[in-house]
């Protein structure tokens, strides 16, 4: 691993994720290191400066400038929920930091959208939420741990519930085995709430894949009756 002093080291891998692209590596420096510091990427509002740092064609390390996009990108990958940016990113800035006006890191370098392999505009980067939950499971366990209550596929929704229109997720084609089945969750049953949040595609896959050990995932599921039960799973 090369700093940006360019010092190398003998980098050992601790973890990878390969859904995210992310890996945990350990080094052991002959200095002390300042770690940066994380932005919440949930509070990112279009329109916010970046700095999108990187080592683009190998030439060194880079900064360049722009805005937040949009957020929310599942681009490839719907499990991502991606940050757009207008920064340039080329090859070799994949794994670079995306940072903030403060200089706080808000994501992580993805991919780029582009015909030609170069920049066009439109970057992508790993919010830094997802970054630490996916860190944070890579340095316990060596790899992101999913929590799986069955298989089933969803569809978005528009529901009223206690008189106001909501999103929900309608259960289109489910296995019958596994905890959610087991629940006496049917096919054309509507989740909407997971975890006291408005059930979204984001929400559940983020929800099933970084439940901890011995943590709880509550559902509200309204049936073909129009009863609204909730549901607890134990992690």
Do not use: C, H
């Amino acid at each position: 691993m090369q700093l940006s002093n360019g010092k190398i080291f003998q980098a050992k891998i601790i973890g990878l994720d390969k859904n995210t692209d992310i890996a945990i590596l350990k080094i052991t420096p002959d200095e002390d290191l300042e770690p940066i510091n994380f932005s919440n990427s949930d509070e990112l509002k279009i329109g916010d400066r970046v700095l999108a740092i990187g080592n683009p064609y190998g030439i060194g390390i880079s900064v360049s400038n722009g805005i937040i996009s949009a957020t929310g990108r599942d681009y490839g990958n719907p499990y991502l929920q991606l940050i757009q940016t207008d920064a340039a990113i080329n090859p070799g800035n994949s794994g670079g930091a995306l940072i903030n006006e403060n200089g706080n890191l808000i994501g992580i370098n993805s991919k780029i959208f582009s015909r030609t392999g170069a920049y066009q505009g439109i970057g992508f980067a790993i919010p830094s939420n997802l970054v630490v939950q996916t860190a944070t499971q890579l340095i316990k366990f060596g790899e992101v741990k999913s929590f799986w209550i069955g298989n089933f596929r969803v569809g978005k929704v528009r529901i009223k519930k206690n008189n106001n229109f909501i999103d929900g997720l309608r259960i289109i084609e489910m296995e019958n085995k596994g905890p959610l089945f087991e629940k006496g969750v049917k096919t054309n049953d509507i989740l909407v709430s997971i975890n006291n949040e408005n059930a979204s595609w984001a929400n559940l896959t983020s929800s099933l894949k970084f439940a901890t050990l011995g943590e709880s995932l509550s559902m509200e599921i309204i049936n073909q009756k129009g009863e609204l039960a909730k549901i607890n799973f134990e992690t």
